[in-house]
């Protein structure tokens, strides 16, 4: 595996181009798994690469990842876990880099199983996709966060601004405004509290409609983020036809970014562009203190990532903000005197 890192892992320049290769790998091995298993479960373990970053090489481990593969997360059981109450929203936080303090938060789903415990959305939300009931998931996630806020608000927390995920085909295919609309006011809660990040992992299947409903959120007051850009399908096309505030680089250029110049290139030239058109650059996937270094030389705006905090569930998160309101309010002191 090592070897075909080095072999794949490098940049390609053709026609002016930069391709950059990388290689990510999950692996089954016989006897100790079953024959008939050895594809399933090189899967699974490529599904847990992927989530540690780019590159990786996983070995299944069936006391580490569930190997269940006989019984795939489908409709039914997505069904349930929406009417058994078992999908909850965990927060990450997003830290300025101007003070780094917390300015706000993004929503992440997470399935709390009874009998598999934790399962990531990434196991979950392409299935909701498919079936279609991922407009459901997507007004639990608006309802649960915008409650959420409006608890905050109330027990004095600082005022941030929560993002939450909703793919492009959702917002195709749903007026999620609507149901933004009704629960701001009902809780009160102002637009510029909230921002919808956009997912392209589909092509858009039509655009004038796409627009229409872009147009629809951004009236209402709430922000608009590109996410996972430099992936994706069409990142230049949506960054032209529509109204957004900020674009979120993907993590695959960031996870590595202190020791490979050339993603550095890339985002510095990303974020003079993203500057250039008037929006924010927030960056995913900050992992230690050399990389908030670089974004911050960078002129990146926000940051995201394990060095600050994993998605967390709310009362841990609630901590976090506490926390960071008492480091400013001893900053503050700090000034003064
Ligand atoms: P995303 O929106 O790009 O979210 C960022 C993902 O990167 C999260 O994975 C987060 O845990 C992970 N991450 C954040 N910081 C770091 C870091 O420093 N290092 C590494 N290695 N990873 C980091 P998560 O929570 O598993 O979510 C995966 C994807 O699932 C999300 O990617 C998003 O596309 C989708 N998703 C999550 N919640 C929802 C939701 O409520 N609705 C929809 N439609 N999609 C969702
Ligand atoms: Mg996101
Ligand atoms: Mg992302």
């Excluded at 089954?28 to 847990?48: E, F, G, Q």
């Excluded at 960054?239 to 290139?265: C, E, G, W």
Aim: glycine share 6%; proline share 3%.
């Amino acid at each position: 595996i090592e070897k075909l890192k080095l072999d794949t892992n490098r940049l390609l320049h053709t026609n002016h181009i930069n391709i950059q290769f990388t290689l990510s790998s999950g692996i089954s091995i016989y006897p100790d798994n079953r024959m008939k298993d050895l594809l399933n479960v090189a899967y699974k373990a490529l599904s847990t690469a992927n989530k540690q970053g780019v590159g990786y090489s996983v070995v299944f481990d069936k006391n580490k990842i569930d190997g269940n593969t006989n019984n795939p997360i489908g409709y039914d059981e997505i069904k349930k876990a929406l009417t058994d109450g078992q999908l909850t929203m965990y927060y990450q936080p997003i830290i300025s880099v101007a003070n780094k303090s917390i300015v706000g938060a993004e929503a992440l789903m997470r399935w709390v199983h009874p009998i598999k415990g934790i399962i990531p959305p990434d196991l979950f939300i392409p299935m909701a996709e498919k079936t279609g009931l991922i407009s459901e998931l997507g007004k639990f996630a608006i309802t649960c966060t915008i409650v959420q806020l409006a608890q905050w608000n109330a027990l004095g927390f600082k005022r941030i601004q929560v993002a939450i995920n909703l793919s492009l085909r959702e917002i195709e295919s749903t007026n999620p405004h609507e149901h933004i609309a009704a629960l701001l006011d009902k809780h009160n809660i102002k637009a510029s509290q909230i921002k919808i990040e956009v997912t392209e992992n589909i092509t858009m299947n039509n655009q004038e409609q796409s627009y229409k409903q872009f147009s629809k959120l951004k009236a209402l007051g709430v922000d608009i983020s590109l996410d996972d850009f430099g992936t994706g399908h069409s990142s230049f096309s949506m960054l032209k036809a529509f109204p957004i505030n900020t674009v979120k680089i993907d993590k695959s250029f960031i996870l590595n970014i202190s020791t490979n110049k050339d993603h550095q290139n890339i985002v510095k030239a990303m974020i003079v562009m993203v500057h250039t058109l008037g929006m924010k650059v927030i960056a995913e996937g900050i992992e230690d203190i050399n990389s908030v270094q670089i974004l911050e030389k960078l002129n990146c705006d926000y940051i995201q990532g394990y060095y600050y905090g994993k998605p967390m569930p709310v009362f841990e998160f609630q901590e976090q903000i506490r926390a960071d309101k008492q480091k400013s309010d001893e900053n503050n002191i700090l000034d003064i005197s």
